[in-house]
C-alpha cells in the first residue's frame, strides 16, 4: 500500500517541478499595442488608430509589462496593449533588433516604430 502512494506523490511532485521550470524560462514579450487618438476629447470620436509592436526580453512571462494606458486629457490618445510570450526567444534573433532611445529594455524593428 506504501508503494503506490510513494509513486503517486513522487509524479506529483515531478509534474509540479516541470510546471514551475517551464513558467521560469527565459523569453521575450512581443507587444501589439492598438493606439486610439480621440478628437476634442477623450470622449469624442476617433480621429486615427495604429498598431505598434515592440519586443523586450523576460526572464520569465510573469515579467511582461502591460503598457495598456486610458485616454489622457493631455494626448487624447489611448494604449490597448496585447502581450504574446515566446519562450527560449530573444528579440534581436526575433526581428526587433533597435533599441528605444528612451527605454533601453525595449526593441523595435525599425527606427519609426512607436516606443513606449
Not at 514551475?20 to 470622449?43: D, F, M, R, W, Y
Not at 526580453?57 to 515566446?86: F, P, R
Request: hydrophobic fraction near 25%; aromatic fraction near 6%; proline fraction near 3%.
Amino acid at each position: 500500500m506504501r508503494i503506490p502512494i510513494l509513486i503517486a506523490a513522487l509524479t506529483f511532485g515531478t509534474s509540479c517541478n516541470l510546471i514551475e521550470q517551464k513558467n521560469n524560462k527565459p523569453g521575450v514579450c512581443i507587444h501589439s499595442t492598438t493606439i486610439t487618438t480621440k478628437t476634442g476629447s477623450c470622449a469624442g470620436t476617433q480621429a486615427s488608430q495604429r498598431i505598434a509592436t515592440y519586443c523586450t526580453d523576460e526572464n520569465n512571462e510573469s515579467d511582461c509589462k502591460n503598457n495598456s494606458v486610458g485616454c489622457a486629457s493631455t494626448t487624447l490618445t489611448e494604449h490597448d496593449d496585447t502581450i504574446i510570450w515566446y519562450a527560449d526567444k530573444k528579440c534581436d534573433s526575433s526581428g526587433y533588433t533597435l533599441t528605444c532611445p528612451n527605454n533601453s529594455s525595449y526593441k523595435v524593428a525599425d527606427s519609426t516604430t512607436f516606443c513606449p
